[in-house]
């Protein structure tokens, strides 16, 4: 039998915020401190962005590792229910369709629903494709419950205050064993042979050693990008949003349980819906809409009163070369950084660390396991980054910035996934996929882009059959949605903030 070496980690997590305690509150968890001692240096100087944060159902997997309460995670965070996001414009003005966390329903003999859907759309037949959406069904009555794990007919996710989340984690890392070091990073120490990262040396004089270092520090990419020199791979020129404006709001009536994204003629608006606040913000294009155009949109927008002056956010989609280099794991926005559309931010800090659980080094680095970290960090990227451009590629709005997205030259790997769609209604999923064909078809038939024909299979049946059928889901889907409790009943009577129920 092979054992492990038994050889502790020192490992130091330069960076706090949502990147870092995730990543030390899972790592704490999952090897143990027999394994490792885990050292997070932090400074309250710097500080992190405490907007508003979206999820996708990856976080629920990630706080049940970490043995949270659902609950009180909540509560502390100011945090409300998600179950998908509405994109409103998308694709023309007008446009609506719903990105659900769930499929359209069991297959019949093999074959997926959308296929039916298709056979009767050709038969004249207009019912939206989100209508054998249960999650969507849930989430348009503003109604929420978790799903039955049994019989999960959808998933859900989470919206709350990004720095209330970091706070939170810190408790329950430090609770593992975590050391907090408070302090502001000077410069790095490298190893004269290696070219590894030996120690950080903090503005108070402290040195900090260790044997693997993550990189938690954001944009800034303090031990990824400066102290290593890790090139960036640019895909502005497919991502072509690169800033972003935010202003919290007072809430506005009842939270929904989802994320709206609605487009305008410049760009892309959130809105995020917690217990306390709306967080809004607008993605978009310098080149396209200045500063000003953006925030004027964005504050004509906002429903509740602002609550804070609007900030504005510079960024480039992209990657780091490398997310391992020598002895250093970058970990969130210093290893990569795609445009918040999707609500990918804190689903790449937890596959990150997820991966690296899977490749964790016993002793010495395996520079084996570190190219598999790196071949797959990169692949999971890119299916990710094609996802995002097909929203921006489908669309058919006229404004200069929706142009320039519809007229520019996309990856292969994006090309062949919609060639395969348009011929034959199938999603062609390659490896390391993070979103699967229900997502896929959201936003597709989403964005009106329909196959020339469904799968053979489909017409085994006689169409009045596949009518009355379909019909009968719908009213199911219908009569079991509207039984649902409402999503502020729900946090009223679970897991409202202290002393604040939502009117």
């Known amino acids: 039998m092979v054992m492990n070496s038994g050889h502790r980690q020192d490992i130091v997590i330069v960076g706090g915020g949502a990147a870092g305690w995730i990543a030390a509150a899972l790592l704490a ?18 500080g992190i962005i405490g907007v508003g944060e979206a999820t996708v159902p990856l976080l629920a997997q990630c706080n049940a590792l970490l043995g949270i309460d659902e609950f009180d995670f909540i509560r502390k965070t100011q945090g409300t229910f998600k179950l998908g996001i509405e994109f409103c414009d998308w694709g023309t003005a007008g446009n609506r ?15 997926q629903t959308h296929h039916y859907w298709l056979r009767l759309r050709q038969s004249g037949d207009d019912t939206p494709i989100d ?6 069904a849930v989430a348009k009555n503003n109604n929420f419950a978790p799903s039955d794990p049994n019989d999960a007919r959808y998933h859900h996710a989470y919206h709350f205050d990004a720095a209330l989340y970091a706070r939170y984690l810190r408790d329950v890392a430090t609770d593992l ?4 070091i408070e302090g502001k990073m000077t410069h790095v120490d490298l190893d004269s042979e290696s070219g590894d990262i030996a120690a950080i040396h903090l503005a108070d004089g402290q040195t900090v050693p260790g044997n693997l270092f993550l990189d938690c520090t954001g944009f800034a990419s303090e031990l990824l990008g400066k102290a290593l020199d890790t090139p960036f791979v640019d895909w502005s020129h497919w991502l072509l949003c690169n800033r972003a404006i935010a202003a919290p709001s007072g ?21 995020i819906p917690l217990q306390h606040r709306t967080g809004n913000g607008m993605v978009y ?24 002056e609007p900030r504005v956010f510079r960024f480039t989609s992209g990657h780091r070369r490398e997310f391992w280099r020598r002895n250093c794991v970058g970990i969130g926005f210093s290893s990569n950084f795609l445009e918040p559309l999707e609500s990918t931010g804190i689903q790449l800090i937890v596959m990150g660390v997820l991966k690296l659980l899977k490749c964790f080094p016993q002793g010495t680095i395996d520079p084996v396991l570190r ?7 990169t692949r999971e990227i890119e299916r990710i980054r094609d996802f995002i451009i097909a929203h921006y590629y489908l669309s058919r709005r006229p404004e200069p910035l929706w142009s320039a997205c519809r007229n520019m030259e996309i990856p292969d790997s994006l090309r062949h996934k919609l060639d395969v769609w348009k011929a034959s209604g199938q999603i062609a999923l390659g490896d390391s ?25 489909a017409d085994l049946y006689p169409l009045e059959q596949i009518r009355d059928g379909m019909k009968l889901r719908r009213e199911e889907i219908m009569r079991s949605a509207q039984a649902v409790t409402s999503h502020r009943d729900f946090i009223n009577s679970h897991c409202k903030a202290a002393q604040m129920a939502l009117a």
């Open 29 to 46: 968890k999952r090897i143990g401190r027999h394994q490792a001692r885990i050292t997070l240096v932090e400074s309250e100087e710097i």
């Open 131 to 136: 209508d054998y959406s249960f999650a969507y």
């Open 433 to 457: 996929e993070s979103y699967m064909e229900p997502s896929w078809i959201a936003i597709l038939l989403g964005n009106g882009v329909v196959p020339r024909r469904y799968a053979v299979s």
């Open 177 to 180: 064993g975590v050391q907090r």
């Open 97 to 111: 369709h719903f990105h659900a966390f769930s499929d359209y329903g069991h297959p019949v003999e093999g074959v």
């Open 371 to 377: 190219d598999e970290y790196n071949r797959l960090s």
């Open 285 to 308: 294009n310098s080149d396209f809409w200045s500063d000003d155009a953006a925030r004027s949109a964005l504050l004509d927008s906002i429903d509740g009163e602002p609550l804070a």
């Open 251 to 271: 809430p506005a009536g009842a939270p929904a349980p989802f994320t709206r994204s609605t487009a305008h003629a410049g760009g892309w608006r959130w809105t």
